[in-house]
């Protein structure tokens, strides 16, 4: 099997599609970190190229004798029996809480989520090791196997290639050929398959495999760089979905299961079991500066995993495998986008064909900390490396100003300038704090948001 998979340029490369030619594919890895730099280079950073129900006492049903006292005590005996009565309710309520509270916590019952316009639903174990006879509980690995094979599937990417021969340059002399291979996720039985960005890129015609060696014609819903997310649709029904789990409900160590098709058909349904090795893990795109967190697992991700399933104990997809650094002296480092992240981005692409309100700062960078600033002579915080949309532009910012807060809250890491930025929408405007080292000084600029449409 040639390993052909794109490689970050510091060693951190997108679990690529496997190419059967054995030609490398040059396109632009999704998720990379650029080039590192060290303490004893004498330029700048390099940069990223980046139903309540509401009711009334009533007055009527109750007449009282005419004599004072009698009305009096009965009124009284009345108003005892009303709060014993409503003491009673309030008791049996809080009970029926706490016992649907206790089922949630044993993992009787599940939380799903309620976006009736989510592409997928979400189901959430609260509990891992529920008591319950009838509760979740783990699965075997051979029962996940079984459960969740099915429901992933290996797509083919097929190009147009010209031929050319001997002083010869015939653009008509054209054919389509396999470019490469990855994996993708059914989470709808009537044909819709999630896989990554990078999977279907540039392709001409999509065909996809199921398990049981089905073939099928498959259209492109959308695609989104940003996040090498992306939709294709095949015509067909009664396909075997899968469950999807929260990513919120793992802790390190868990153990996973990773399924798709390394290298490619040859080797399709095949499964790698190991742990989660970390959570939220950061990661900026190289080309677009956009960062976003992974599940990071030492289940072996190959060329050809692209897209396909990293799985719970559960036997819920709680993750799509993208990427893995594959750099000579590095192991099992693979890493899987979230499914509480991909939810709404699939949701977006099928039905508008782009990820909307997606607010971005419009600049490429990458973020010094302290120690690094300490020998550039720069404060901690984000350098810009390039300006790349007309806001920016416009704004007043200038390549090599580093961004030290915004909205008045300083940015000790990346995350909180990430953070802040999420929490807006494009069109929006944000408040940076600039220190230019060109003339040593630190200023105020207001720059509004452009729209990040990942296509």
């Not at 080309?287 to 599940?295: A, V």
Request: proline share 4%; hydrophobic share 35%.
């Amino acid at each position: 099997m040639s390993d052909n998979h794109e490689k970050f340029q510091n060693g951190f490369g997108s679990a690529q599609e496997s190419n059967p030619t054995g030609t490398p594919k040059t396109a632009e890895t999704p998720y990379a970190y650029g080039s590192t730099y060290s303490a004893n280079q004498q330029n700048m950073p390099q940069t990223y190229t980046w139903s309540a129900q509401n009711g009334q006492y009533g007055t009527g049903g109750y007449s009282a004798p005419q004599q004072p006292a009698p009305k009096k005590k009965r009124g009284a005996a009345l108003g005892v029996k009303i709060v014993a009565v409503l003491l009673c309710c309030a008791v049996v309520s809080a009970a029926t809480l706490g016992t649907f509270i206790l089922l949630i916590q044993n993992g009787v019952v599940r939380i799903e989520s309620a976006d009736n316009n989510a592409a997928f639903t979400i189901s959430r174990v609260v509990n891992s090791e529920p008591e319950e006879t009838d509760s979740v509980s783990a699965m075997s690995e051979q029962d996940i196997a079984e459960k969740l094979i099915p429901s992933v599937v290996c797509i083919q990417n097929y190009q147009v290639t010209q031929q050319y021969g001997f002083m010869q340059t015939d653009t008509d002399n054209s054919s389509v050929s396999p470019a490469g291979e990855g994996s993708g996720i059914v989470f709808s039985s009537d044909g819709y398959i999630i896989t990554n960005a990078h999977v279907v890129e540039d392709a001409t015609s999509l065909k996809v495999i199921l398990s049981d060696g089905t073939t099928y014609e498959a259209e492109l819903v959308g695609s989104d760089t940003l996040t090498d997310l992306a939709v294709i649709k095949i015509d067909a029904t009664g396909l075997q979905a899968a469950e999807f789990g929260s990513s919120e409900d793992l802790r390190v160590a868990d153990q996973v299961m990773a399924i798709g098709n390394p290298g490619g058909y040859q080797l399709n349904s095949s499964v790698t079991i190991g742990y989660v090795s970390a959570l939220n893990r950061a990661i900026t795109n190289s080309s677009t500066g956009y960062t976003m967190e992974y599940i990071q697992t030492d289940a072996a991700i190959n060329p050809g995993n692209s897209g396909g399933a990293l799985v719970n104990q559960y036997g819920q997809v709680v993750g799509i495998n993208s990427a893995k650094i594959s750099a000579t002296g590095y192991e099992g480092l693979g890493f899987a986008i979230p499914a509480e992240t991909a939810q709404p981005i699939v949701s977006d692409l099928i039905e508008y064909g782009y990820v909307k309100d997606r607010a971005m700062l419009g600049i490429s960078g990458q973020f010094i900390d302290s120690l690094t600033g300490r020998f550039y002579g720069l404060p901690q915080g984000e350098y810009v490396g390039a300006l790349n949309s007309p806001q920016a532009q416009s704004s007043g910012l200038q390549v090599g100003d580093v961004i030290t807060a915004i909205d008045g809250t300083e940015l000790t890491s990346e995350t909180v300038l990430r953070s802040a930025i999420n929490a807006k929408k494009p069109g929006e405007t944000v408040e940076l704090t600039v220190y230019r080292p060109t003339n040593d000084k630190t200023l105020t600029i207001t720059l509004t948001l452009s729209e990040a449409t990942g296509s």
